[in-house]
């Protein structure tokens, strides 16, 4: 088939690359989202998947608006049979969706319909989910709510961060895409609609979302916090300075400690929760690279017992 793909950042690229080496499809072009700055410098840089498609000469387009009449009529001049979309970041309007033959075909990093939205990784790692995976869908107007081609489930390890979960995900879910891409073209693919039950929601995860609640039980923090490693980061304050924070764990024997209360010692940092203490791995001070938590709080002269909050 004559394929689009659509998508921005890295987690879209193993995609991208199986369907270019693809001897089933012809990928004649790439819808990506418009140039943004990046880095300390301010310079706008192109997006992951624009970078690879740069490389593979395959033409870009990075339209500001792509609802408009222009875009749609620009891309229906590409007469693609079927549009293949991994984490593009814009809303898809019904004009659009009308252009390919076969529709807008979307890798979403869940098993829908649980965690429609932005951050279907990070939410099932801070709900404790154990088993999450990656579905083939319909897009439609509706967010993330369209029928399914195809899923394909991964375990959620213990010590799972977001990234590293997202990664595998992303090179399972582009083994499933192409699949799909494959059974479409054949006309051996039926997409069913999602179960009315089971659905949640969610949402793109801020800045404040990441702040560590000390109040929490241990294993809520624990996984929270992975939830938001490396992106957008776990933070706390710490006297006047906020901190990131990398992922905890915790201690079989710890003192007890209230809530945010932190324990300083020779080889360790523990802070208080809800619960049990939990023991910090790393820690990042404002415009410095993350260090040992235990070498950091020596360089910063902490009291054996200040304050997280």
Known sequence: ?????????????????????????????VLTRPDAVAGRRGRA????????????????LRPARPNSGEFVA???ELAPDCCAVVAYGALLGEALLAVPAHGWVNLHFSLLPAWRGAAPVQAALAAGDTVTGATTFQI?????SG???????ETVRPTDTAGELLERLSIAGAELLEA??????????????????????????TVDDARIRWDLPAHVVDRRIRAVTPNPGAWTMIGDLRVKVGPVTVPEQAPELEPGRMQVGKRHVLVGT???????????????????????????????HGWAR
């Open 140 to 144: 439609e107007r509706s967010l993330d």
């Open 147 to 153: 029928p399914v081609f195809g899923v394909v489930t």
């Open 274 to 304: 809800g619960s049990a203490p939990v023991q910090l791995g790393s820690v990042q001070p404002p415009g410095k690279k993350a260090m040992a938590a235990a070498d950091w709080a020596r360089g910063a002269r902490l009291d054996e």
């Open 74 to 76: 620009e891309l229906a």
């Open 45 to 60: 840089a192109p997006s992951p998947v624009a970078q690879v498609a740069a490389e593979h000469g395959i033409p870009i």
């Open 180 to 205: 799909t891409m494959d059974g479409i073209a054949e006309q051996k693919l039926t997409a069913v609609p999602q179960p009315a039950e089971g659905v949640s929601v969610a949402p793109k995860v």
């Open 1 to 29: 088939m004559r394929l689009v793909f659509a998508g921005t950042p890295e987690p879209a690229l193993p995609s991208l690359r199986r369907l270019i080496e693809s001897p089933r499809h012809d990928v004649v072009a």
